[in-house]
């Protein structure tokens, strides 16, 4: 287990820093001057990691605290659905749903914190377990479908992300919780904020080291307990599990159960957050992003929290691009293209591992 | 990795040469050059004393080197003629001269013996009948060498005696048959030459009249074969395994099994013979609770099971090493110790509580392959890269350490080398000895033979004879394999 998983945190690494030099080389290219395009990716840097040159001249502590606040913010969000994709992974399941999951948890957490009155101290849970519970039950629809009718989840998760934006936005939002000044629902209350720890000049929140640890359990649960021994078994090999007398359905329940739930808590983290309320539109696809997280990070809860921590830091110093005139969205194009190349490597070894297993059977007497 | 190290082997005119060797020495993949299925990286080949190169098997065929795969490669929905003109038919314009196809497959059968129909589907046609069209096509193309991978693994003894004989007529015409299998015994009986294969190279050669199957086993293994287990029939207990009048679907809901009788007692091993297709893995699933029964009951040591579930029939003691190690037997991705846990991993010492046992599961594991021999002794390796005989034993190895009191298992040395071979059968004996209770479920007719001390024929899903030890006579099960013998118990 230890060789196949170095070498594949090698080669995530080596497709990111390809993905980083090759949007380097290709901006230089465009902009046709390197300097440029260095000092827009020392702007990007400076915006993800936190602007540390001034906070040492100056010793404001705030600029370093605010980039790294927008960075975990993005990171949190990358990480909860990034582990959503994860822990469906481990059951043979692609849950390509994480966005309606997140848009379920969102509204939610906002109905929760708006609508809702209770102290501080129960009102962040409350918010939190209903969104949790909203992504769940949002992510055993296609389950269901999956185990009694046999419907392929990529089809059902990515038609159900449709019918989650029709439902949330182009009609709750709009129609029965549509607040009452502005797009979008009412405010969330003061007590389900999630309260922020390094000072009102960073939005760096809760949210941030909830994803951590969340990121820790799912870990332990997977690689440390009987129950997640189990799941894997559903996934790497269903019916060698079912034959060695696994509750093989049961654990597929759980796990696609906890991915939705996951996706939900991002929703949280956005609402109860940064936005204060289900916006009229949800602004990034980061159910999407939960994708790519997972598979830079090799579906295993560590890699997808590096990956996450990465993206989140380089997408918010995206940012700071705009200031020489560089597309805020390009940290986008880096993730995108170190997708790509991670799936290049993995579609590569399937494709050679195939041809091998073909040819051994073609040699290996049966008989 | 080199499969192949420096080999030289001559194939003259006429000639029964057969190619023996364990799993892995490269025997398969010395005839795959022969068939330009592979390039030698270097060294030449030569045929009938010019340099050739096979970049494809159609090289090798337009240089008269014909080749049977143990997986047959005929489209069942045409006619033996169809498939035997198939690349190579005659007739113009693109249009297919069926009558001529029919003359030229008639005549090829009537100058070797071969007694095919050349109209009939092959779809519709036995194995042994398949395998006659397969080298049929072989020689329609002209092969003058002709080379069968594993005949026999297939046939029931009757169809091999056929097999042999056709093959005997073809050499007896001029033609080269080469053999590529592990049964010494047909091995001798057959071949005129025997060449050795071992580790990639040629260790040794022999006429056969003056070697014996003794002598061949310790080139194969590279020492002298440890003696067959003498057999130790135990006194049979209670009845720990019981299927009356079940029944059971197979593959595209067509019934599979229509009527299986049988009792396994504490104590004894209980084959199964049959040619593959009459219900043998749909008697092993039902056995197992993988698969529905519709009619009929199911009892383990006395208890009707309720329901077809791998986890009831567990706990009610049965144990599964099932034919399809890949699928239903490992994990692949998992490790050794993860994959011998399985099944046992909520209980001690593989577990505390909700948490696996870490330390406690690598020492239990490391005692397992300790006492079960796999090699090598590292439990953190994934299972699948282990050989096939090491995945074996270690398959076997977790399902028998449970104890269980039935002990179902489907061809459990398919693919194995003469050691592993040895050691897997040792240990169902043993496991009987201890009294335990086994049903062994093969193709192997010789392996049911060597282990069991009951038998049962199975036959287009019925169980058509029960025959005891001191009963067996494998002409006879053949015959009753083949349907061509009524069914009679004795």
């Given at each position: 287990m230890a060789d196949p998983g170095r070498a594949r945190v090698f080669s995530s690494l080596v497709s990111v820093a390809v993905a980083l030099l090759g949007c380097f080389l290709a901006l230089a290219a465009s902009l046709g001057d390197v300097g440029t395009a260095a000092k827009a990716f020392g702007e990007m840097a400076l915006g993800g990691f936190g602007d540390v040159p001034r906070w040492l001249a100056s010793g404001e502590a705030s600029a370093v605290l605010r980039p790294l606040g927008e960075s975990a913010g993005k990171a949190s969000v990358l990480l909860l659905t990034g582990l959503s994709v994860a822990v469906a992974f481990q059951v043979g399941l692609f849950n390509i749903g994480a966005q309606g999951q997140l848009m379920w948890g969102g509204l939610a957490a906002a109905y929760v914190g708006a609508g809702v009155s209770l102290p501080g101290v129960l009102h962040v849970p409350a918010a939190l377990g209903a969104a949790a519970l909203a992504g769940a039950l949002w992510a055993w629809i296609p389950t269901a479908l999956k185990l009694r009718r046999g419907v392929h989840e990529v089809i059902s998760t990515l038609m159900l992300n449709w019918v989650a934006v029709a439902l949330v936005e182009n009609w709750l939002v709009v129609g029965p919780l549509k607040g009452k000044t502005g797009a979008g629902t009412d405010e969330i209350l003061l007590s389900a904020q999630l309260p922020r720890i390094a000072g009102e000049s960073s939005r760096l929140n809760l949210g941030f080291p909830l994803a951590l640890v969340l990121a820790a359990a799912v870990a332990a649960w997977l690689y440390r307990s009987t129950h997640g021994l189990e799941t894997r078994a559903t996934g790497l090999g269903p019916d060698a599990a079912h034959a060695a007398g696994l509750p093989v359905a049961r654990r597929t329940w759980t796990a696609m159960g906890l991915a939705g739930a996951l996706a939900g808590l991002a929703g949280a983290v956005l609402v109860l957050g940064s936005e204060f309320k289900y916006p009229?539109?949800?602004?990034?696809?980061y159910g999407f992003d939960g994708i790519a997280m997972a598979l830079i990070g090799g579906n295993h809860p560590v890699g997808v929290a590096a990956s996450s921590l990465f993206f989140g830091a380089l997408r918010a110093g995206g940012t700071r691009m705009q200031l020489l005139g560089v597309h805020r969205g390009f940290p986008e194009l880096i993730q995108g293209l170190a997708l790509l190349l991670v799936a290049a490597r993995l579609g590569w070894t399937w494709w050679t591992s195939r041809a091998r297993s073909q040819a051994d059977a073609s040699e290996v007497p049966r008989a | 990795m080199r499969a192949l190290e420096d080999v030289s082997l001559e194939i003259r005119a006429g000639e029964r040469l057969a190619l023996v060797g364990e799993n892995g020495a490269g025997k398969s993949t010395l005839m795959n050059v022969l068939y330009g299925l592979y390039r030698p990286d270097s060294g030449t080949l030569r045929v009938e004393g010019r340099d050739v190169v096979f970049r494809s098997p159609r090289d090798a065929l337009a240089h008269g080197v014909g080749m049977v795969h143990q997986h047959f490669m005929l489209v069942p929905g045409l006619t033996v003629a169809e498939n035997v003109v198939l690349g190579a038919e005659p007739g113009r314009w693109g249009l297919l001269d069926v009558a001529a196809a029919e003359r030229a497959v008639a005549g090829l059968s009537e100058r070797f013996g071969f007694e095919v129909?050349?109209?009939?589907?092959?779809?519709?046609?036995?194995v042994g009948a398949r395998q006659k069209v397969e080298i049929l096509k072989a020689l329609h193309r002209g092969a003058r060498v002709l080379v069968l991978d594993e005949p026999t693994a297939v046939l029931t003894p009757e169809e091999a005696d056929e097999l042999f004989a056709v093959a005997r007529r073809l050499s007896d015409e001029g033609t080269a048959v080469v053999l590529v299998s592990h049964k010494l015994r047909e091995v001798l009986a057959f071949a005129t030459r025997v060449a050795v294969m071992r580790r990639g190279r040629k260790v040794a050669e022999f006429e056969s009249a003056n070697t014996t199957a003794e002598e061949l086993a310790a080139h194969v293994m590279g020492e002298p074969p440890p003696p067959p287990p003498a057999f130790v029939a135990a006194t049979p207990g209670e009845v720990l395994l019981e299927l009356s009048g079940v029944h059971a679907l197979g593959p595209?809901?067509?019934?599979?099994?229509k009527g299986v009788e049988l009792q396994v007692r504490a104590g004894e091993v209980v084959g199964i013979a049959g040619v593959d297709g009459n219900g043998q893995r749909e008697l092993a699933e039902v056995a197992t609770g993988l698969r529905a029964w519709l009619g009929g009951e199911v009892k383990v040591r006395g208890t009707v099971m309720a329901e077809p579930s791998p986890a009831l029939f567990r706990d009610a003691g049965v144990g599964h090493v099932p034919e399809d190690r890949h699928r239903h037997g490992m994990v692949s991705g998992f490790t050794v110790e993860e994959n011998l846990s399985l099944g046992r991993h909520r209980a001690a010492p593989f577990a505390r509580g909700p948490w696996i046992d870490l330390e406690g599961r690598s020492s239990e594991v490391a005692r397992a392959l300790d006492a079960w021999d796999v090699r090598p002794r590292d439990g953190t390796l994934e299972l699948q890269v282990l050989s096939g005989g090491n995945q074996q034993k270690a398959v076997m190895a977790r399902e028998l350490e449970r104890r269980p009191s039935v002990l179902v298992v489907v061809q459990?040395?398919?693919?194995?080398d003469i050691g592993a071979v040895a050691s897997v059968r040792a240990r169902l004996r043993e496991h009987a000895a201890k009294g335990g209770a086994v049903l062994l479920v093969s193709l192997d007719l010789e392996e049911v033979l060597a282990l069991s001390d009951r038998a049962y024929v199975l036959y287009d899903g019925r169980t058509v004879a029960a025959l005891d030890r001191a009963h067996f006579d494998e002409r006879r099960m053949g015959r009753l394999m083949l349907g061509t013998e009524a069914a009679a118990h004795g």
């Open positions: 009229g539109r949800l602004a990034a696809p | 129909d050349a109209r009939a589907r092959v779809g519709d046609l036995g595209r809901g067509r019934p599979a099994l459990p040395t398919r693919g194995l």
